[in-house]
């Protein structure tokens, strides 16, 4: 009787997977620095993204997107590349 569990990144996705229950994935932070490098290695200057997985009970689709909205919101990882060009407008139309 559960929400949710929370895992970094998918290192948990699969057992709910198999169960056939579902999992959302959402920006979790980005990875700056490799700790086990050893200290003559150059820093990482280009930090790769890091993932946070909801997995919930079958049917909670809609409480895990909730969820992981909720958390986007809170932290603000969500962070578009670089590369990705700037939109003219916030909104989209339809014909």
Avoid: C, M
Avoid at 52 to 77: D, W
């Amino acid at each position: 009787d559960i929400d949710a569990i929370l895992a970094l990144g998918n290192n948990f996705a699969a057992a709910p997977a198999k169960a056939g229950f579902p999992s959302v994935t959402v920006p979790g932070g980005f990875i700056l620095a490799d700790t086990n490098a050893p200290t003559n290695d150059p820093p990482i200057v280009n930090p790769f993204p890091q993932t946070v997985t909801f997995s919930g009970p079958a049917f909670s689709e809609p409480r895990l997107i909730g969820l992981g909205y909720a958390f986007e919101q809170a932290t603000h990882y969500r962070v578009p590349p670089s590369s990705t060009p700037a939109l003219a407008s916030d909104s989209v139309g339809r014909p």
